[in-house]
C-alpha cells in the first residue's frame, strides 16, 4: 500500500494485464493511480489487450510540460546537383536533401544534422509519429450508379494511385471520398491512408490551392 501511494503521488499511471484470476492489490493499484485493470480470456485476447497500450495515453493537462523543439523541414535536392553528403562524407549526384539552417546535404529522413544539430524531418513522418492524437477523419464511402455517377461528379480514377474506379462493364464501383477534400479514393489507398500514411494526398495536394480553387 505505501508503495501505491508513491506511485500516486509521483503520478505513475499503472496498468496491468493479469494471466491469472483477478487479484485485489492489482486492481486496486490500477484504480488508484488512474489506470487500467484487465485479466485476459485468450491467446487473441491477449493480443487485443496489449495491442490497447501501444497508443500513449493522453497527459494529465494538470501536470503535462509543453516543451518545443526546434525541427527543419528540409526540401528535395535537384537530381542533376552535385554536393557533398555530410552522411557518408563523399561528393553524390543528385537525391537527398538539404537542411534549410546550413544548407549542408543529406541522404535521408528523419537525421539529425552532423554540422548544425537542427533535428530534419518531413511532414508525413511527423504526422505518422502524432498520428494518435490528430487521427484521419474516416472516409465516406460512396456506391456510384450509373444513373447517379454523373450528377455526383464521380471520378472515374483512385485519387491516390490513379487506378480505375469503374468495375467491370464501366459501371462504377465501391469507393470512399475524403470528407474534406472531397477526392476519391480506392478501398486498397483507404486502408493505406489511414494505416500507414496518416496523411490525406487530396487536403495535401489542395493545401496551398485551396483560394485558387476557390476563384
Known amino acids: 500500500?505505501?508503495?501505491?501511494?508513491?506511485c500516486k503521488?509521483?503520478?505513475?499511471?499503472?496498468?496491468?494485464?493479469?494471466?491469472?484470476?483477478?487479484?485485489?492489490i492489482c486492481k486496486h493499484l490500477s484504480q488508484e493511480t488512474g489506470g487500467t485493470y484487465s485479466v485476459a480470456l485468450d491467446e487473441s485476447h491477449l493480443k487485443e489487450l496489449v495491442l490497447e497500450h501501444a497508443p500513449p495515453p493522453p497527459a494529465i493537462a494538470e501536470y503535462a510540460t509543453a516543451n518545443l523543439i526546434?525541427?527543419?523541414?528540409?526540401?528535395?535536392?535537384?537530381?542533376?546537383?552535385?554536393?557533398?553528403?555530410?552522411?557518408?562524407?563523399?561528393?553524390?549526384?543528385?537525391?537527398?536533401?538539404?537542411?534549410?539552417?546550413?544548407?549542408?546535404?543529406?541522404?535521408?529522413?528523419?537525421?539529425?544534422?552532423?554540422?548544425?544539430g537542427l533535428t530534419l524531418i518531413s511532414s508525413p513522418h511527423l504526422a505518422r509519429s502524432?498520428?494518435?492524437?490528430?487521427?484521419?477523419?474516416?472516409?465516406?464511402?460512396?456506391?456510384?450508379t450509373p444513373q447517379n455517377g454523373s450528377s455526383h461528379g464521380f471520378s472515374s480514377?483512385?485519387?491516390?494511385?490513379?487506378?480505375?474506379?469503374?468495375?467491370q462493364g464501366n459501371k462504377p464501383g465501391l469507393s470512399v471520398t475524403c470528407p474534406k477534400c472531397k477526392q476519391q479514393f480506392c478501398l486498397d489507398c483507404d486502408i493505406y491512408i489511414h494505416e500507414s500514411l496518416h496523411n490525406c494526398p487530396g487536403c495535401e495536394s489542395?493545401?496551398?490551392?485551396n483560394s485558387t480553387a476557390t476563384q
Do not use: N, W
Not at 526540401?75 to 549526384?93: D, G, K, L, M, N
Not at 489542395?206 to 490551392?209: L, Y
Open 9 to 24: 503521488k509521483s503520478k505513475i499511471r499503472c496498468s496491468v494485464i493479469g494471466l491469472a484470476a483477478e487479484m485485489f
Open 70 to 116: 526546434k525541427m527543419g523541414f528540409p526540401q528535395r535536392a535537384a537530381e542533376s546537383a552535385v554536393a557533398i553528403c555530410t552522411c557518408h562524407e563523399e561528393a553524390r549526384i543528385g537525391g537527398g536533401y538539404t537542411c534549410p539552417r546550413c544548407k549542408v546535404r543529406v541522404c535521408e529522413l528523419p537525421t539529425e544534422c552532423r554540422i548544425c
Open 1 to 6: 500500500m505505501e508503495t501505491i501511494q508513491k
Open 130 to 144: 502524432y498520428h494518435h492524437l490528430f487521427p484521419i477523419v474516416p472516409f465516406d464511402e460512396v456506391s456510384q
Open 157 to 167: 480514377d483512385c485519387f491516390g494511385c490513379q487506378q480505375s474506379l469503374l468495375s
Open 206 to 209: 489542395f493545401r496551398h490551392s
